[in-house]
T-cell receptor, first 111, second 110 residues
Framework: DAMVIQNPRYQVTQFGKPVTLSCSQT?????MYWYQQKSSQAPKLLFH???????NEADTPDNFQSRRPNTSFCFLDIRSPGLGDAAMYLC??????????FGPGTRLTVL | GIQVEQSPPDLILQEGANSTLRCNFS?????LQWFHQNPWGQLINLFY???GTKQNGRLSATTVATERYSLLYISSSQTTDSGVYFC????????????FGAGTQVVVTP
């Protein structure tokens, strides 16, 4: 059974048009992460939540925002997508031993 | 910050061959994980291995924390093993924040 679910799997948006990506987890863990992964690169952490406590990485652009309305759900909002924001966006949470489990990702295309 | 280096960067294997991937890290870590990213982009957790040796089918991993390296062994490789293998270490005093290596791209040919 999927532990981390991401929707949609593929998202196409226009330059400057806001977009929201969603993530849900069934592990009921209080930590969730959002990563950005560009082609041929390792995942890069954007931010993480501990419960509702939001922790932004120092180099995450202001264009990226996040919401976590409850333990299970987390959203990534890109306020004004640029061509450089085209990437795979990965959501993750923790298992019983603090191992990270990732969702299948949302591949974002910006036209 | 902590540095994580993986080698080799690329690996081409014939089906049935064995291989070893290496991960070196520059400082003490809380834990180390190996992931496989398949061609569709899904990151699969292979091993959570802060120290010692673990085996899962044809894959096994060994971490020597005192010497700051980990090895991932693939035996009798299959085409489904193709993809990118990432090593990631947990930064100390963080909420499970991972520092990834650059990955090893593995291609298994029939």
């Amino acid at each position: 059974d999927a532990m981390v679910i991401q929707n949609p799997r593929y998202q196409v948006t226009q330059f400057g048009k806001p977009v929201t990506l969603s993530c849900s987890q069934t592990l009921n863990h209080n930590v969730m992460y959002w990563y950005q992964q560009k082609s041929s690169q390792a995942p890069k952490l954007l931010f993480h939540y501990y419960d509702k406590d939001f922790n932004n990485e120092a180099d995450t652009p202001d264009n990226f925002q996040s919401r976590r309305p409850n333990t299970s759900f987390c959203f990534l909002d890109i306020r004004s997508p640029g061509l450089g924001d085209a990437a795979m966006y990965l959501c993750a949470t923790l298992g019983s031993y603090n191992e990270q489990f990732f969702g299948p990702g949302t591949r974002l295309t910006v036209l | 910050g902590i540095q994580v280096e993986q080698s080799p960067p690329d690996l081409i294997l014939q089906e049935g061959a064995n291989s070893t991937l290496r991960c070196n890290f520059s400082d003490s870590v809380n834990n180390l994980q190996w992931f496989h990213q398949n061609p569709w982009g899904q990151l699969i957790n292979l091993f959570y291995i802060p120290s010692g040796t673990k085996q899962n089918g044809r894959l096994s991993a060994t971490t020597v924390a005192t010497e700051r390296y980990s090895l991932l062994y693939i035996s009798s490789s299959q085409t489904t093993d193709s993809g990118v293998y990432f090593c990631a270490v947990e930064v100390t005093d963080s909420w499970g924040k991972l520092q990834f290596g650059a990955g090893t791209q593995v291609v298994v040919t029939p």
